[in-house]
Every structure is written in C-alpha cells, then in structure tokens.
C-alpha cells in the first residue's frame, strides 16, 4: 500500500515581537472621574492596544517554545521529543512525518502523519485520542496508525469510545501491522516491525531507505545497451533495502539476541531503553519488569553495530547528572556514538 505525504505544517509566527513593555498614557493635567477615565481610554485605543500585546506575548511564547525545544542531530536525521519512564514516551522523526508512541501527545508530533504503537501501555498511548482529533482540529489529513495486530480492534474500540462520547469524528486509519510484513511510507522508504520482549505484545520498527543497483552481469554495459535491455524488459537492477532508524520502545535487551532482529543493530541510529542505569535496580527487577538496565546493554555491546544509539526511557528517579554519568560509561564500551535523551529530566542542583 503506498501512502502519498502532503507537506502540511502549522503556520508559526515568521517573526519574533520585540518585547516593548506597556506603557501607560501621559498623565492629565485636570481632573477627570473614573467612568470619563475609562472612556479617555476606549477612545484613544489604548485598551485594543494592550489585547494586541497579549496577543503578541502569546505568540511569542509559543514561537519561542519552538525554538528551545531539544532537537537532535543524528547521522543527518532530525530527532525530537521525551521519554520518561511511565510518563511518557514520544520520539519524532519529521524526515519520515513520523512519530513513534504517543505518550501524552505533545504539540509538535501532532504534525507527523504516520504513527507507530509499540505496544498499549499508557505511557505511550495515552495520547492517542488527542492525536488524532488535533489533526482533525487543524484540518490535516487523518493520520496512518501502525499498531501491533493484537491490539487493533481494542485501538478502533478507545477511538469510537471518544466519537460517542465527545460527538466528534476522529478520522484515522488504524493498520495492523505484524512481524516480518512491510509497509511502503514513499517510494524510497519502508517500514518493517521486528520482535521485542516486554511484559505485554510488543514490537521495534526499523525504517529502510531504497535505492536501486546495478547488477554486476551489467556493470560492464554502456548506456545505450543498458537502455535497450531496460526496453526489451529485463530486470538489470536489484532492490537494496538499507536500515536507517530502529526504534524498539519498551524490551528487555534479548531482542538483541535474535538473528532476525539484525537490522535493528545495524541501522545508522538505534533508539532504544535503558530504564535503569546502577545498582540501585538490579538486572533481575529490569527484566521482572520487562525493561532493560543499562549493565546488560554494555555486556551486550558486542552486537551493537549501529553508528549512533540513543538511549531512552529513563526512570524519573534518576537526575541529568545521572543519565549523562551513565550515558559516558556505555560510550567507552561502544564505537557508535552514545547520546541520551533528557528533555523532562532535571539536574540535582536544580
């Protein structure tokens, strides 16, 4: 099935306003009471003055709450987004429209038209109503759920349950999508789930570019020869799919240990969980809990080919300080480049 993108974007203010502060009228010489007071100031403009700066402050805020928030550059890939431990989790892929989980909705995944369930814990799927009828709200096309198969019918259940109770269409297409089948985004890029192991079904996605290759018998033709083949109908190249980005969500790290989930470790940047970083939570209480702890991802490094891994999820008990502690001493057992994703934690001094 193949889904055409249209480029839709919310309309942000082009422009920052100076920030003036408001400045009351000159003062007058005689004497007025208050009712001739307020109607000196209907009459000179002052009060729609002061709606507009409102309006301006407001507009400012959210144009500025564009510009602070963390975006990550990534093996030329824009990331964004939070992931706290049974919070919330939400990353943002915008070179793909795409979002993985939806966590509580925040603003900025409402503008990605694919988005892709792991699996149905509230932290990261609390936010799908709000989703969709944000994009509904804004006049953007209904979006493309991916969901693992198991929990489509319960996902189109929680969307009729807000149409009824809410009166409001909720437009979506709602795919089931399983291990091991593909799905077609565009013309150069697919999507493949893989297995993953958490205390509930569960699913990763790895993302492919394609490009077409030459086949070696060819590799010795000219154009004009090549051509007259690709008339006569002859298949003169092949399908190369390349893993771009593996998102596993929620998993302990045996994921890594399936031969068929290779791609997920060879993809330019794995995002994936590491719930617990020290010796306060032991492997044994990670796994119980269907998460990972940041010791196993070192003892399996070995498998982890990717060129950067994000890491994600980590529980709200640890402090900037902590991940960042953490995150260094998974990069001196690694050669791809170790980044971990803070925005929602806070620094212990702070």
């Excluded at 709606?51 to 402050?57: A, G, M, P, R, T």
């Excluded at 999507?191 to 790895?206: A, D, E, L, N």
Aim: with cysteine; net charge positive.
């Amino acid at each position: 099935m193949h889904i055409s993108l249209s480029n839709l974007a919310f309309k942000t203010p082009q422009h920052f306003p100076l920030h003036h502060p408001i400045l009351p009228p000159k003062p007058l010489h005689h004497q007025v009471s208050t009712q001739s007071h307020i109607n000196v100031l209907k009459g000179s403009g002052y009060l729609s003055e002061i709606s507009k700066k409102i309006d301006h402050e407001e507009q400012y805020r959210i144009a500025r709450s564009q510009v602070n928030r963390k975006v990550l550059e990534l093996e030329g890939y824009s990331i964004e987004g939070i992931s706290v431990g049974g919070q919330e989790t939400c990353i943002i892929i915008p070179e793909f429209k795409s979002t993985f989980d939806i966590g509580r909705c925040p603003s900025r995944a409402i503008n990605q038209n694919f988005l892709f369930i792991t699996h149905a814990h509230l932290d990261h799927i609390g936010g799908l109503p709000m989703y969709v009828a944000s994009r509904g709200l804004f006049n953007l096309k209904p979006p493309t759920i991916f969901v693992p198969p198991c929990i489509k019918e319960d996902v189109e259940k929680l969307l009729d349950i807000h149409r009824t109770m809410g009166q409001v269409e909720l437009n979506a297409e709602v795919v089931a999508l399983d291990v091991g089948e593909t799905y077609e985004i565009r013309n150069n890029l697919v999507v493949r789930p893989f297995r993953t192991q958490h205390v509930i079904p569960s699913q990763g996605y790895v993302f492919y570019s394609i490009r077409k290759k030459l086949r070696k018998q060819y590799a010795h033709l000219n154009g004009k020869q090549i051509e007259k083949l690709k008339k006569a109908g002859a298949e003169i190249t092949d399908t190369i799919l390349s893993p771009e980005v593996a998102f596993t969500g929620d998993t302990t790290p045996d994921f890594m240990l399936e031969p068929c989930n290779s791609d997920a470790l060879r993809a330019k940047i794995l995002i994936t969980e590491a719930t617990f970083l020290d010796d306060s939570f032991s492997i044994d209480h990670a796994r119980q809990h269907g998460h990972t702890h940041l010791f196993e991802i070192i003892a399996n490094a070995q498998w982890i080919r990717n060129k950067a891994v994000l890491l994600t999820h980590f529980s709200p008990r640890y402090s900037l300080e902590d991940i960042r502690q953490a995150a260094s001493k998974l990069q001196s057992r690694l050669s791809a480049k170790v980044v971990p994703l803070t925005e929602g934690f806070k620094s212990m001094y702070t």
